[in-house]
């Protein structure tokens, strides 16, 4: 079994996960609440939570579990964040003489999909959508993948929040505005669909769009149209994903990342391979699930291995 440890922003995430693919436990401690009041992930402090957190967390994810090699995310991620997890998976390691699995938190993501009991078979067109990433990936085997495409600006996960913030929906952003959005609608505001060349997106321009639609109402009119200026927002963010993975021809076609579990964006697509709702958002299970395509470490080597902010 695989001990994987996931720390690279407000989530502090372990969980066991068997060498095919069956999760045995995946604890999430999300700091969403402690980062409210700030309207978004402040680095520091999420540093220092992960620090409180990550003992408990990795306790009960082990809860008797016999670990055969321990997992951690080492990139891209907020460094001091990531600091913690890496340190805490040598401890780990370190101490009961096992291989250490160093893990691109975005191969994590795709990994989501080889969990059973989905367990996706490459090759497939994958969209990675996220906080900090939006991003066309060609995937041949479960060991890596090509970019195709990536933003030029904003993530997908990012241009949620930041309209839920215009909005002056909750944090985080992106699924108060998936809920607000049901109740609006969809045509009532034309935003724009962005169309850069090739197979990248761009979303600043749409978030623009939205500012300034806000910016035209009273606080009363923004009440009463907010509903629908969600749901316009977020028909104009799914219809750039969704053509933007109709434009690569693909068959095959698998969704993962925090943005995955938007609803309209999963009633888009009926036919591709979604990642499980629990697994669209940051968590541990598909770091441990990474780690089964990547080289371990072996036991001491890794005392020296760092965490990098960049991917
Ligand atoms: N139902 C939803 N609809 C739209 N967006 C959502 C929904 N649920 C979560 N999100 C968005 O998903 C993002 C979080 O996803 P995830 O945890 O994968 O990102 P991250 O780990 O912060 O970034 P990255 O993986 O790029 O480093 C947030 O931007 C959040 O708003
Ligand atoms: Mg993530």
Redesign the pocket.
């Known amino acids: 079994m695989i001990l994987g440890i996931e720390t ?2 407000d ?1 502090t995430a372990a969980a066991v996960v068997t060498w095919d693919g069956e999760i045995a436990s995946n604890v999430v401690a999300s700091q969403a609440e402690l980062h409210r009041r700030f309207g978004g992930v402040v680095p520091e402090v999420a540093s220092r939570r992960h620090l409180e957190l990550i003992t408990p967390v990795v306790e009960e994810a082990i809860d008797g579990h016999e670990i055969e090699a321990v997992a951690v995310t080492t990139r ?2 907020l460094i001091g964040a990531l600091l913690v997890g890496v340190s805490a998976a040598k401890a780990l390691a370190w101490a009961r003489r096992l291989p250490l699995v160093p893990v691109n ?2 191969h994590g ?1 795709v990994a989501s999909l080889y969990l059973k009991p989905l367990d996706l078979q490459p090759p497939f067109t994958c969209l990675l959508a ?4 939006t991003m066309l990936l060609d995937v041949r085997g479960r060991d890596g993948y090509d970019v195709l495409g990536t933003t030029l600006d904003d ?1 997908a ?2 241009a ?2 930041k309209g839920a913030r215009l909005l002056g929906l909750g944090y ?4 108060e ?2 809920l607000l959005a049901r109740e609006g609608d969809p045509e009532a505001y034309a935003f724009p669909v962005a169309r850069v060349p090739g197979l990248d997106f761009s979303f600043s321009g749409l978030k623009t769009a939205l500012l300034y639609a806000v910016r035209k109402l009273s606080e009363h009119e923004l009440a009463a149209r907010r509903a629908d200026l969600a749901a316009s927002y977020q028909r104009a963010i799914v219809r750039a994903l969704v053509e933007r993975i109709e434009a690569t021809g693909a068959d095959r076609v698998a969704v993962v ?3 995955a ?3 309209e964006l999963r009633a888009s697509l009926p036919d591709a391979a979604l990642a499980p709702l629990p697994l ?3 968590n541990a299970a598909m770091i441990a699930s990474a780690a089964r395509y990547t080289d371990p470490v072996p036991y001491p080597e890794y005392l020296s291995l760092d965490a990098r902010p960049t991917a």
Do not use: I, K
């Open positions: 690279s922003c989530e891209p991620g938190h975005l993501h996220s906080g900090g990433h993530a996960g990012e949620f929040d985080p952003g992106g699924r505005l998936d990342g925090g943005v579990a938007n609803s669209c958002t940051d």
